[in-house]
């Protein structure tokens, strides 16, 4: 086929892209070489509106091993262990096709983790939904949940928890990201840089087929009204080859045979080969005619770019072909030698004994393009003053009630009860709280880790959400307990094209960036995904931040359940009474202007640390963050786990009521305690400077706000758990 300019567009090429090539090859690529071209300089794969501004992030600290760059990050947990993590984006294959897109992206950061040689123990997942009046919604929600715990539960791996959110700007795109952790030995991790000259470069695992070709092209591109056409390039899923592939790749891994290991993920073998060559400054030349196909009369060009799920690149030492290749049959896997490591520092592929590419790797990677892209800097909204009469006029329960039963606050469970959250007998805090919790099997290690977004708050000012969705993480892992140690990012934004997204881009990476160095709770992995948009409407700035923290004792662990009548309730951290932004204002005052709370990194470090300490010394019965719905929606969470009521104490703040309930201040926690405790907590805090202050007592069955205001535990429940049941199954 002749190559041209026309061409390298229908690939999704700029046209100075393709006059950039032709320069650097001092010649016009073949189809085959611009296939790989379309796939390595792609958004999704060569981040080249991003990687100028990701530099800047934190990435670096005491407990991290490997930070961006390979498969996942890699923090050190002690004792010899590490934990291996990662969350990636799979959002256009799933609005295409939610069961299979959303299933392959599960599939996919799985095999990221076990590719460094760690056995994952637990997913999370953070989806986000267009509005719940959207037609496309419920069915787009059923096929994702349905398409995650499909893999997830054949996998035999526990989601231990997500975030599930509902909102008009992902109409035409909804996000699924998908994140794992796996536990490794410090000295049995595994990475992809080739090494040595003429070793063999072996294929196993799945089939080639021609599903998923040009998968990475089309996760770069925006959605029009041929959108029912991409379905052919969503990959398709088979959970149970992956966990036989799992199985064979640690037993090859627990020998000394492998030099570097890759999965074929975006853009399959064309990647995959690749950056192995790249990171290791070598050659590699491959045979295509060897590579194990499903399909008969497949061209190099379908082979190189197809996505089939299930794959791995594998960089054995001389003479171990044998062994690796008993193992893989033992499993009735796919185990191929397909090429082998060169000097020539090129990528060489040869199909029916003619060479059908020669590329510079050089080219493919350090020189595919980075963008300085032009952005647009946002000003802090002015602050919407609320009349006093307006909130004279509502009635605290009705707020609460409308509060608790919305989409983005309602309980998640008809989610999570459809995922096996306990597969592998360690997970000890279950999908509902604010951190899922997974023992270190036979230790009393835990891991703890959370999932977040804050899309309203980047939306209103970039920088600010920015930061505060790296402290909602930090305060999630603080509050049952675990010391943060780092995070992953998933950022998921409109076309970088456009002057406006492109600057809520960098400005939330800035955010995310200064809250990260602030807090030493670096980015030690993430994933960048634009063109969430539709025509020209993109999707609100969506940034989901993974977190991952240690517990160091399991049984120190706290939960956010109520546990005993008569403990008191804490309120730690000041209320300010920020209005603007909040749930309140924007579903019951329907105001969507002002800015988000402002985020103070020294009162969040200082809160979070002295909670810590309070952890540690045994005081804390019971903790939970406050975030979005503000205080009586987080003592409404609390009281509905532990089957508990609470009196409140009249506050001596002075705002309103309303804006002491329902304001979004952040770095604020509520904590249970014993009286007999409160003389020695209240001196730990005043000594670190926290303010602090009574909320209330535990009581029966009922939440006591005043002496007008009585709502019992059996109402809660119901506003709060019914509305996504009867949503699904209307």
Same mark, same amino acid.
């Given at each position: 086929?002749?190559?041209?300019e026309? %061409?390298?567009?229908?690939?999704?090429?700029?046209?100075?892209?393709?006059?950039?090539?032709?320069?650097?090859?001092?010649?016009?690529?073949?189809?085959?070489?611009?296939?790989?071209?379309?796939?390595?300089?792609?958004?999704?794969?060569?981040?080249?509106?991003?990687?100028?501004?990701?530099?800047?992030?934190?990435?670096?600290?005491?407990?991290?091993? *490997?930070?961006?760059?390979?498969?996942?990050?890699?923090?050190?947990?002690?004792?010899g262990?590490?934990?291996?993590?990662?969350?990636?984006?799979?959002?256009? !294959?799933?609005?295409?096709?939610?069961?299979?897109?959303?299933?392959?992206?599960?599939?996919?950061?799985?095999?990221?983790?076990?590719?460094?040689?760690?056995?994952?123990?637990?997913?999370?997942?953070?989806?986000?939904? @267009?509005s719940?009046?959207?037609?496309?919604?419920?069915?787009?929600?059923?096929? %994702?949940?349905?398409?995650?715990?499909?893999?997830?539960n054949?996998?035999?791996?526990?989601?231990?928890?997500?975030?599930?959110?509902?909102?008009?700007?992902?109409?035409?795109?909804?996000?699924?990201?998908?994140?794992?952790?796996?536990?490794?030995?410090?000295d049995?991790?595994?990475?992809?840089k080739?090494?040595?000259?003429?070793k063999?470069?072996?294929?196993?695992?799945?089939?080639?087929?021609?599903?998923?070709?040009?998968?990475?092209?089309?996760?770069?591109?925006?959605?029009d009204?041929?959108?029912?056409?991409?379905?052919?390039?969503?990959?398709?899923?088979?959970?149970?080859?992956?966990?036989?592939?799992?199985?064979?790749?640690?037993?090859?891994m627990?020998?000394?045979?492998?030099?570097?290991? *890759?999965?074929?993920?975006?853009?399959?073998?064309?990647?995959?080969?690749?950056?192995?060559a790249?990171?290791?400054?070598?050659?590699?030349?491959?045979?295509?005619?060897?590579?194990?196909?499903?399909?008969?009369?497949?061209?190099?060009?379908?082979?190189?770019?197809?996505?089939?799920?299930?794959?791995?690149?594998?960089?054995?030492?001389?003479?171990?072909?044998?062994?690796? #290749?008993?193992?893989?049959?033992?499993w009735n896997?796919?185990?191929a030698?397909?090429?082998?490591?060169?000097?020539?520092? /090129?990528?060489?592929?040869?199909f029916?004994?003619?060479?059908?590419?020669?590329?510079?790797?050089?080219?493919? +990677?350090?020189?595919?393009p980075?963008?300085?892209?032009?952005?647009?800097?946002?000003?802090?909204?002015?602050?919407?003053?609320?009349?006093?009469?307006?909130?004279?006029?509502?009635?605290?329960?009705?707020?609460?009630?409308?509060?608790?039963?919305?989409?983005?606050?309602?309980?998640?469970?008809?989610?999570w009860?459809?995922?096996?959250?306990?597969?592998?007998g360690?997970?000890? *805090?279950?999908?509902?709280?604010?951190?899922?919790?997974?023992?270190?099997?036979?230790?009393n290690? &835990? %891991?703890?880790?959370?999932?977040?977004?804050?899309?309203? =708050?980047?939306?209103?000012?970039?920088?600010? @959400? @920015?930061?505060?969705?790296?402290a909602?993480?930090?305060?999630?892992?603080?509050? +049952? @307990?675990?010391?943060?140690?780092?995070?992953?990012?998933?950022?998921?934004?409109?076309?970088?094209?456009?002057?406006?997204?492109?600057?809520?881009?960098?400005?939330?990476?800035?955010?995310?960036?200064?809250?990260?160095?602030?807090?030493?709770?670096?980015?030690?992995?993430?994933?960048?995904?634009?063109?969430?948009?539709?025509?020209?409407?993109?999707?609100?700035?969506?940034?989901?931040?993974?977190?991952?923290?240690?517990?160091?004792? =399991?049984?120190?662990?706290?939960?956010?359940?109520?546990?005993?009548?008569?403990?008191?309730?804490?309120?730690?951290?000041?209320?300010?009474?920020?209005?603007?932004?909040?749930?309140? &204002?924007?579903?019951?005052?329907?105001? #969507? /202007?002002?800015?988000? !709370?402002?985020?103070?990194?020294?009162?969040?470090?200082?809160?979070?640390?002295?909670?810590?300490?309070?952890?540690? #010394?045994? =005081?804390?019965?019971?903790?939970h963050?406050?975030?979005?719905?503000?205080?009586?929606?987080?003592l409404?969470?609390?009281?509905?786990?532990?089957?508990?009521?609470?009196?409140?104490?009249?506050?001596? /703040?002075?705002?309103?009521?309303?804006?002491?309930?329902?304001?979004?201040?952040?770095?604020? =926690?509520?904590?249970?305690?014993?009286?007999?405790?409160?003389?020695?907590?209240?001196?730990i805090?005043?000594?670190?400077?926290?303010?602090?202050?009574?909320?209330?007592?535990?009581?029966?069955? *009922?939440m006591?706000?005043?002496? #007008?205001?009585? %709502?019992?535990?059996?109402?809660?429940?119901?506003?709060?758990?019914?509305?996504?049941?009867?949503?699904?199954?209307?």
């Open positions: 086929m002749l190559v041209n026309k %061409v390298a567009i229908e690939h999704g090429l700029k046209a100075e892209e393709y006059k950039k090539i032709c320069e650097l090859l001092k010649r016009t690529p073949n189809i085959t070489e611009l296939g790989i071209f379309s796939a390595m300089w792609n958004e999704h794969c060569s981040y080249k509106s991003s990687r100028l501004h990701l530099k800047k992030l934190p990435t670096s600290g005491k407990k991290v091993i *490997q930070g961006p760059g390979e498969n996942a990050g890699v923090i050190d947990i002690e004792d262990d590490a934990i291996v993590f990662k969350i990636e984006s799979h959002n256009h !294959p799933s609005f295409i096709e939610p069961y299979q897109g959303a299933a392959t992206g599960v599939g996919g950061i799985m095999r990221d983790v076990f590719t460094m040689g760690a056995r994952p123990i637990a997913n999370l997942n953070s989806i986000h939904f @267009g719940p009046q959207n037609k496309k919604t419920k069915n787009l929600l059923r096929g %994702v949940v349905h398409g995650i715990g499909g893999y997830g054949c996998m035999g791996v526990p989601t231990i928890a997500g975030q599930t959110s509902f909102d008009s700007s992902y109409n035409g795109n909804i996000l699924v990201n998908a994140m794992t952790l796996g536990l490794v030995k410090k049995k991790i595994f990475y992809s080739a090494a040595g000259l003429d063999p470069v072996i294929y196993v695992g799945s089939k080639t087929g021609r599903d998923g070709i040009h998968g990475a092209s089309m996760a770069s591109a925006s959605f009204e041929k959108i029912e056409e991409k379905k052919p390039t969503v990959q398709v899923g088979d959970p149970f080859t992956e966990k036989l592939l799992l199985e064979a790749c640690l037993e090859l627990a020998g000394d045979s492998i030099i570097a290991i *890759q999965d074929m993920g975006a853009a399959g073998l064309t990647s995959s080969s690749i950056e192995m790249s990171k290791g400054n070598l050659g590699i030349e491959i045979n295509l005619n060897k590579v194990p196909c499903r399909e008969t009369k497949m061209s190099p060009y379908e082979i190189m770019l197809s996505e089939s799920q299930e794959r791995m690149l594998i960089v054995l030492e001389n003479g171990k072909e044998e062994m690796a #290749k008993k193992i893989f049959d033992k896997l796919d185990f030698v397909i090429g082998k490591t060169t000097n020539t520092k /090129n990528i060489e592929l040869f029916d004994n003619e060479m059908v590419a020669n590329i510079p790797v050089n080219i493919l +990677v350090e020189n595919s980075m963008y300085d892209r032009k952005w647009k800097k946002s000003k802090l909204p002015k602050k919407n003053k609320i009349k006093k009469e307006i909130l004279n006029k509502l009635k605290i329960k009705d707020i609460l009630k409308k509060i608790l039963s919305s989409p983005n606050i309602c309980s998640k469970e008809w989610i009860q459809q995922y096996d959250h306990t597969v592998m360690d997970t000890i *805090q279950k999908p509902g709280g604010d951190s899922g919790v997974v023992r270190v099997h036979g230790t290690k &835990a %891991v703890a880790a959370s999932v977040d977004s804050s899309a309203v =708050y980047c939306w209103a000012h970039p920088p600010t @959400g @920015g930061k505060q969705v790296v909602e993480s930090w305060r999630n892992l603080i509050s +049952v @307990g675990a010391n943060p140690i780092a995070i992953t990012n998933c950022l998921n934004f409109g076309s970088p094209e456009n002057e406006e997204s492109m600057g809520e881009f960098v400005e939330c990476v800035e955010g995310i960036g200064e809250a990260s160095k602030y807090l030493n709770f670096p980015v030690v992995s993430g994933n960048v995904s634009f063109y969430n948009q539709t025509k020209e409407v993109g999707i609100k700035p969506t940034p989901s931040i993974g977190g991952v923290g240690l517990i160091k004792d =399991y049984q120190k662990m706290v939960t956010m359940d109520f546990k005993k009548n008569d403990n008191l309730i804490l309120l730690i951290g000041k209320t300010e009474g920020h209005i603007n932004q909040s749930l309140f &204002a924007r579903m019951i005052l329907d105001e #969507k /202007n002002g800015p988000p !709370p402002e985020v103070n990194l020294f009162n969040e470090k200082n809160n979070g640390e002295s909670l810590l300490s309070l952890i540690d #010394k045994g =005081y804390i019965k019971s903790a963050d406050i975030s979005l719905g503000g205080i009586l929606t987080a409404s969470k609390m009281c509905i786990k532990g089957n508990k009521g609470i009196k409140l104490k009249k506050s001596k /703040n002075l705002i309103s009521q309303i804006e002491y309930f329902f304001a979004e201040d952040q770095g604020r =926690y509520i904590v249970e305690i014993e009286p007999k405790d409160l003389k020695e907590v209240s001196k805090l005043d000594k670190n400077s926290v303010h602090h202050e009574e909320l209330g007592i535990i009581i029966d069955n *009922q006591i706000i005043d002496e #007008k205001t009585i %709502v019992t535990i059996d109402e809660l429940k119901s506003y709060n758990t019914s509305w996504l049941t009867n949503y699904m199954s209307s």
